[in-house]
């Protein structure tokens, strides 16, 4: 058996792709457009592990409440230097919902309100402001 990729269903795919290919740095690795079941399938991949891919599906005209169940969990990608990501993010309108406070871990969540954990590659990184102080907003 081999992992392929995980879908997210999206209302917002110029966003949500935006979201993780400039605030993340993933790689668009495809895209199908299907024109008789009107949707569009976009996939990205991470520079580290491309094969382990993230399919974004848009129904087109789709008005359909995709929720924020708690049931999904979240999406996890090991950054190189949590504080840079998290203000790179923070540069794009994106919302820390969860702050590096600890140097090792942060929530934000996508357009479309998908949950992403931030990890710190390696180590913590020492503690450092203005994200030792900074309170959680929302959910994540």
Aim: with cysteine; net charge negative.
């Amino acid at each position: 058996m081999k992992y392929l990729h995980a879908m997210i269903r999206v209302h917002d795919l110029d966003a949500t792709s935006k979201f993780f290919t400039e605030g993340l740095g993933l790689k668009e690795t495809r895209r199908m457009d299907n024109e008789a079941g009107k949707f569009t399938l976009v996939y990205f991949g991470a520079p580290a592990n491309p094969e382990s891919e993230i399919e974004l599906t848009y129904n087109w005209g789709s008005d359909e409440d995709y929720g924020s169940a708690r049931n999904f969990g979240h999406l996890a990608f090991e950054v190189d230097d949590i504080y840079a990501t998290c203000a790179h993010l923070q540069s794009l309108g994106i919302t820390i919902n969860r702050p590096p406070r600890d140097g090792r871990m942060a929530f934000v969540r996508t357009p479309d309100l998908i949950s992403i954990e931030l990890l710190q590659k390696g180590a913590a990184l020492p503690p450092q402001e203005p994200w030792t102080s900074m309170a959680n907003v929302g959910v994540w």
